[in-house]
């Protein structure tokens, strides 16, 4: 988890990079911007703009791979970690690659560190020389000879297996079904991003599709709650009301977490509720054909880098429904609200946006 949790600026960064040169070159009426690789002036900077937003997304096993061995062993980790991510991207191992050579590089990390001491004036050579020595030399001798090869068949044969579920139409709406509800399970917890993460993989893979299905099943629980609270304000205590509010902005921007407050008042109700929301809108979006142009992003106005841009938008609009109408019908959500007292006034949170 925490290797994604670091890759995941990474692939947000590089997406926004793209799709800012993509709608600028579809304004100006040219989708493929490979043909700007020798203009000059505004054609040849989205050209470059596209292709460095591409080689960040690239860096993703890098990241990957190093912050999984950090997370094991610290700082020691990371620069096993950071070859088991080169070592994934020259092999096509990718994802599996980077996992499985972030966890060989914090595990033998932390090994070498316990096991190898040298006091004296030498006593530096441990960080230094011999820990990076032995664990790199690990990620060379076993995830590029022993395991190259390996992982990367699988990884190619996940990738061709997913590519022919996007490509018919019942696999697409299972796979569609599975992503959604995934996601909206525990609204940022492991399953969700286990759902993610294998969307992103696939994402590097220039597989578009499951990013996008992800995408609208991440805007639909805080848009739904949002909506509830507008719906029946009554239903609500003053600080879900509040908590609503947030809930707009979260959503927009394609954070999930803006329906935790909600859930948590009734999770054995609202759980599968949020399950069955995620799960009707990304089937909704499968059904209508929503279909990649360029890598897509996150959030609400992910739909405008989405071919048939109403689907995306509708898919949003169903899950968001059924947790609007099925929320207040299933849960009071005023329930253990103790009543404010005369002259007191109730806290409230505020959403703080700074810039220094």
């Known amino acids: 988890m925490t290797g994604i949790s670091y890759a995941l600026p990474v692939i947000i960064a590089g997406s926004l990079m793209v799709a800012v040169a993509k709608i600028i070159g579809l304004a100006i009426g040219e989708s493929n911007l490979d043909a700007f690789a020798n203009s000059s002036g505004l054609e040849n900077w989205l050209y470059l703009t596209q292709d460095i937003g591409f080689k960040i997304i690239g860096l993703m096993n890098y990241v990957l791979g190093a912050y999984v061995a950090y997370s094991i062993a610290g700082k020691k980790g990371l620069s096993a970690g950071f070859a088991a991510g080169l070592i994934a991207s020259l092999t096509g191992s990718g994802f599996l690659g980077a996992v499985v050579g972030g966890l060989l590089a914090g595990y033998s990390a932390e090994w070498v560190s316990r096991k190898i001491r040298i006091t004296g004036s030498a006593a530096s050579s441990v960080p230094l020389i011999i820990l990076p020595f032995i ?54 917890g492991p399953v969700n991003k286990a759902a993610w993460g294998t969307a992103n993989v696939l994402f590097l893979s220039g597989v ?15 848009l739904g709650y949002a909506a509830a609270r507008f719906l029946r ?124």
């Open 135 to 188: 664990t790199v030399g690990l990620q060379v001798l076993v995830m590029l000879l022993l395991l190259g090869d390996v992982l990367s068949w699988l990884n190619t044969a996940l990738m061709t297996w997913v590519k022919e579920m996007t490509e018919d139409g019942t696999s697409t709406l299972v796979l569609a079904a599975v992503l959604g509800g995934m996601i909206c399970f525990d609204l940022g």
């Open 208 to 222: 578009y599709l499951p990013a996008i299905l992800v995408n609208v099943a991440i805007i639909i629980p805080p």
């Open 233 to 356: 304000p009554n239903n609500y205590s003053q600080t879900l009301k509040e908590a609503g509010n947030g809930s707009v902005i979260m959503g927009i921007l394609g954070i999930s977490e803006g329906a935790i407050p909600f859930t948590l008042r009734n999770p054995a109700r609202l759980i599968p509720l949020n399950v069955l929301a995620g799960v009707l809108g990304t089937v909704t979006v499968a059904l209508l054909k929503a279909y990649p142009v360029m890598p897509p992003l996150g959030g609400l106005y992910g739909g405008f880098t989405v071919g048939n841009s109403w689907a995306y938008f509708i898919g949003a609009f169903v899950g968001a429904a059924v947790i609007a109408f099925g929320a207040n019908m299933l849960v009071n959500f005023n329930e253990d609200e103790s009543p404010a007292k005369p002259g007191e006034n109730k806290a409230t949170e505020e959403i703080e946006i700074k810039f220094d």
